[in-house]
């Protein structure tokens, strides 16, 4: 169980993070900057639908970077700058979630003002992350048709703090056995109309859907008042 | 980042999980209860395999139960209860992992030492469940053919710390274009010599392996020194 001074020093570590964080979303949002954080279990194809949206939205000239989270490993980060995007990794080495100063601390050196978009690749974990705030305006939750249509009942936390699910690999859908119409059920039963793409990198379905969310977002951010 | 105050209080609490979980391990052992702790990621398939494994021991007359952790809703444990094997459900309400203090309490009332299997079924989660010791004489990381093959690279103190690996939905790894000698490589770059078991529920491929491998435990569990 959780100890009442665990939740007390918690509690005060979550504060400090939420405020750093809000400075960042004011700082990014200022210099037109729509930061992105995507979230999913392991396996859910976050870096596959990241490569492609950053080649993509590179392709045609948009300004983009991204920052990408992991227990160990470069991997991702490596998958990622095959895209020609600037990509960091930010090795947690044992820790559950990114929290606001990693990200912070890995932008040091880069020109983020003249960005479009920085997108945040979190640790493949769906409870953890849910709590941390980086700084971003857009936070996407990722749910591929290989995991089961419950998740968002079982992981409401992170469906109740997301601005768009994203259903990734959509082109298994069959094999999978997926029913489309309980997972939708179930996503708005947990925030009721929230926005819905269905994706798939390999079949290259629904890509451009969330290429289209992503700059329609970027749009309202930077549209005067 | 991780604060000194809230290392040194976590600390503490690992360490009374520790004594505890080492207590229950020492009591099932010696009643010759083999209790099996699953950990996955979200939607990997635990809940089907552990039913298909409840359903196949209790046709042969073994005693058998399981507790299963979720954030939030009983699903699993409704599914699990399919088998005809007591189950019941941990809700650990935004809690990514299962502790040992909440396996012993959901156990009260049964007739734990009649049984010849306890199955837990940790909350979906590649990273948290690994530093909570619930008492278990077997960790199994599972992972499915979903998922992609780096995953032990990625999460390397789950597969540090378990057993045996179960690659799961192997019917689906024409489809995934899952990369076996890959997935074999990279568990046992992070654990030379651990057992690897290959299973679908679907197809029913390797679930008797998976059961043999579960009897062959229990009966180094209760061989006479």
Redesign the interface.
């Known amino acids: 169980?959780?100890?009442p001074?665990?939740l007390e020093?918690?509690t005060r570590?979550l504060k400090k993070n939420d405020e750093l964080a809000r400075a960042m979303r004011d700082r990014f949002a200022a210099a037109g900057v729509l930061v992105v954080n995507m979230v999913s279990?392991?396996?859910t194809g976050k870096t596959a639908l990241l490569r492609e949206t950053l080649a993509r939205l590179k392709a045609r000239g948009v300004p983009v970077a991204a920052v990408v989270g992991?227990?160990?490993?470069d991997?991702d980060a490596r998958r990622l700058a095959e895209s020609g995007a600037p990509v960091r990794q930010i090795m947690t080495h044992?820790?559950?979630h990114l929290?606001a100063?990693?990200v912070e601390r890995h932008l040091e050196g880069w020109d983020v003002d003249a960005l479009h978009f920085l997108f945040i690749e979190n640790?493949?974990?769906?409870?953890?992350p849910t709590s941390w705030d980086l700084g971003e305006s857009v936070r996407a939750a990722l749910l591929?048709v290989?995991?089961?249509e419950?998740?968002p009942?079982?992981?409401?936390?992170l469906f109740n703090t997301s601005d768009v699910a994203v259903i990734t690999?959509v082109d298994?859908a069959g094999?999978?056995d997926f029913d489309r119409a309980a997972a939708h059920a179930n996503i708005l039963a947990v925030r009721p109309g929230m926005r819905i793409i269905e994706a798939s990198v390999r079949s290259g379905a629904g890509v451009e859907d969330w290429i289209d969310y992503l700059l329609d977002r970027r749009r309202a951010l930077t549209a005067p008042a």
């Open positions: 169980m959780i100890e001074r665990i020093v918690r570590i279990s392991p396996g992991d227990l160990e490993t991997n044992g820790l559950c929290e100063d990693m640790v493949g974990n769906l409870v953890c591929s290989t995991e089961g419950d998740k009942l079982k992981y409401p936390g690999k298994l094999p999978c």
